[in-house]
């Protein structure tokens, strides 16, 4: 078994008032107690934010035990479509909208910090796409499927033109 593996920055020595062992990042033991405390409290293991700038879209994944996050983003000159869509969680049903851009994109739910502000984004970054008011309850209702409806763009394909086809949402990875 190897030596365990320093942070950047990590000298080994303890700096001016930091306690022998200390880290910047949390150790296995600290984070698997954290893991466990928001088990029995029935609190998620992470909490997704959202947030954006004039470039990109960007999906923050911040575990509660203190590990770095994982970000996924979109840039927004790239994006092609944008589908809104239910998931089918059994008890209940989570509204999500794909940001697609070819063959990546970044799927996003009502469930992230900043969802409803990014639907406001969406609307006033991309003409045509309709507010969330607008849409919710067409995605909504009936409950429990999955009820697929393009924001955007808003040209529908016809018999002829299958160059925009929903997206294989099965396949996307869960965010």
């Known amino acids: 078994m190897g030596r365990p593996r320093r942070s950047e920055g990590d000298s080994g020595t303890p700096q001016e008032g930091e306690a022998r062992g200390s880290r910047s990042v949390p150790g296995f033991w600290q984070r698997a107690w954290r893991r466990t405390v928001a ?10 934010r959202l947030r954006w ?12 035990d203190g590990s770095p996050p994982t970000l996924t983003g979109v840039l927004w000159d790239r994006v092609d479509r944008i589908f809104a869509f239910k998931r089918d969680l059994y008890i209940t049903d989570q509204i999500c909208v794909a940001v697609l851009a070819g063959d ?4 996003v739910n009502e469930e992230m910090e900043g969802f409803l502000a990014l639907t406001d984004e969406l609307h006033r970054r991309f003409p045509g796409c309709p507010p969330y008011e607008a849409w919710w309850e067409r995605v909504a209702l009936p409950a429990f499927e999955t009820n697929e409806y393009l924001l955007w763009p808003q040209a529908r394909p ?3 033109d299958s160059a925009v086809a929903p997206p294989d949402l099965d396949s996307a990875p869960p965010v």
């Not at 088990?39 to 997704?48: A, Q, T």
């Open 104 to 107: 990546d994109g970044l799927v």
């Open 53 to 64: 700038d004039d470039v990109e879209l960007v999906s923050e994944r911040l575990p509660v």
């Open 158 to 160: 016809t018999a002829d």
């Open 39 to 48: 088990g029995w409290r029935r609190e998620p293991l992470f909490r997704h």
